[in-house]
């Protein structure tokens, strides 16, 4: 310790591996640069390609060898597949949240809003995160077709004695599915009524809002009526 | 009237108001968090969209469609013959509320008709607004509408609720705003309020002011006879006066049973290069002066006002990657804000060399190449670009080089 006074271990893990890599890897002494470089990394690790292990480990390698701009500027093909990896996920995780919907229960303790989504990436414990930061002391479900899961500090999977308690029938069905959503049905008058006739432009809707996509919500049947 | 007519009325009346972005990471007094429901995207989310592409993120409404006012080219004007009805601020409060529960929506875009008068209204607005940040602790976004004419005590209460206020000018200036309202007065019922509304974020961080994402404001092009040049010099002198923090822009369309009915439909291309100009002036440090309007004051259809500006100006370019300003760079047609910053970050520790690279960055290189030197050489695209079109002068009025060609 006498070689590093005043310095906790991973500040001295920081500078030896700074210090060993290169003389691009001043980075690793910045946190915020750290943190985002990571970020980065995680958005592309959920991506789950085949061999993504591999090539993340060379953008680590040529960012401690050449620098985080080198990366940034995804002057490698492996770090501009690592950005085409990472930007996929975070598109998919901004149209999870805008777009799952939420239907209220009132059982037992906390109100409940359950959602359902079928997922092309590993995002459930984003997606509950920031459903439970908006809606806090709510119970907050998910139901990916693969598994139901809620939010409970971290990501739980949710027992079958949960849909005793709200109904079973409530299983599997489709937020927008529900006939008796009195709201659902005002959403779609209240979508109807933002229609502007002088400004369509479907193509422009599908590029946004790729049609995959309609099906998750009940106003797709409107989009639809509208395209070739 | 049941709420799905009311529903369907009140939207209908409140579609031709744009609100594009809620994004915002401020809190504010009485901000997010803190167990209250909802919270602030610092990212701006679309929860839906329309056919015509546009982000539904807000639920925009009208809390009445009753108005005294007169303005020849809105649909609420007191003198058509619509079925006219109201919200109670109760009802609008828990339908908004449910609305955000089912994750529909990113927060509210409030606004109203003048009811009885505009103290009344807006004692309601700021009623509904109550009732969803104390009674629902509702924390996530609310943009409201400032009447015209509002008094000062309810512009400060509504910044105080509030993330984010407006005050519809419509027109640039008080001659245009006549050919479009008998009764408002450009001056004292609009602008002297916007100055309320600055004053009262200046002093943001003292008091209980919430005000997040500042005012804006809303022109309509083209119905009142005014060119692009006045509604961009207004902007430009709104961001100087009141901070404005951005304007909004929707093409004249116009409607059955108004004074304007059968004036001119405005192509949705006019108001998407006026948002273009604004941009280039509020996010790339262009100065009004540098817009390129043709003789008259109209900016040109054909070509974005940013190619535009760059042929008006061919001794700035080529500009040389490696050693041009932020400045330089952000003048350049394909390179944005983000884009210039990456390409300033990488030039610290590496030599830009090849056209590839900078598309790396974000560039679009078929429109930036012809305005680019990469180690004091020119370097063409691989493929032809496809804004060949950029280079059709005449769309610019004879003020270019008579040669006809790149001045390089």
Redesign the interface.
Known sequence: MAAFPGKNASTILTSVLAAETGR?SGWLEDPRARRRFLGVLEYALRAGAPGASYVIAQVIRQALR??L??V????SPEA?QVYQWARAVSREL?RL????????YSGKGRPI?I?KAPMRYNLVDLVLAH?A?????HRIILDTGRGIYEWNYGVRLVKEEFWEEIGKESRGRN?EQCAGDY?????E????????K?????S??M???PKRYWNW?R?GR??RS?SP | MD??AK???L??AA??DVCASSATSGSGAGGAGR?????LSP?G?????????????L???LLTNECVNDCFYCPNRSSRDVPRTSFQPEELAG?FL??Y????V?GLFLSSGVAKNTAATMEDLLKTTEILRERYRFG?YIHLKILPGSGEDYIQRAAELADRLSINLEAPSAGRLKNLSRRKDFEKDLLERMRWVSKVQAGRREGKVRLSAGQTTQFIVGAAGENDAEILGAVSRLYREVSLKRAYFSAF?PIAGTPLENGP?VP?LREHRLYQSEFLMRTYGFAYEEIPFGRDGNLPMEIDPKAAAALRRPEAFPVEVNKASLGQLLRVPGIGPLSAR?IL??R???RIRDLE?LK??GVVTGRAAPFLLLDGRSKKPETAPKQLGLFDLSVLDGEVPADGGLPW
Do not use: M
């Not at chain 1, 940034?72 to 002057?75: E, L, S």
């Open positions: 691009h050449e620098g701009p080198y940034y500027a995804k002057t501009r901004s949240k805008g777009l799952i919907r939420l239907e209220p809003l959602g459903f930061r908006r809606f806090p002391g937020a709201y659902a049905t005002l959403w008058a209240y979508y109807e009524s933002q229609i502007i002088g400004r369509l432009d479907i422009r809707a590029r946004v809002l919500i106003e409107k989009l509208f | 709420t799905l529903l369907a009325i939207g209908e579609k031709y167990g209250r429901i909802g919270n990212a989310c679309c929860h839906s969209f329309l056919p015509d592409g546009r982000c539904i993120s639920f925009k409404v339908l449910e609305f529960k089912r994750n529909y990113e996530g369309q439909v949705i990456r970050s990488l610290r520790t590496y690279e790396n960055l």
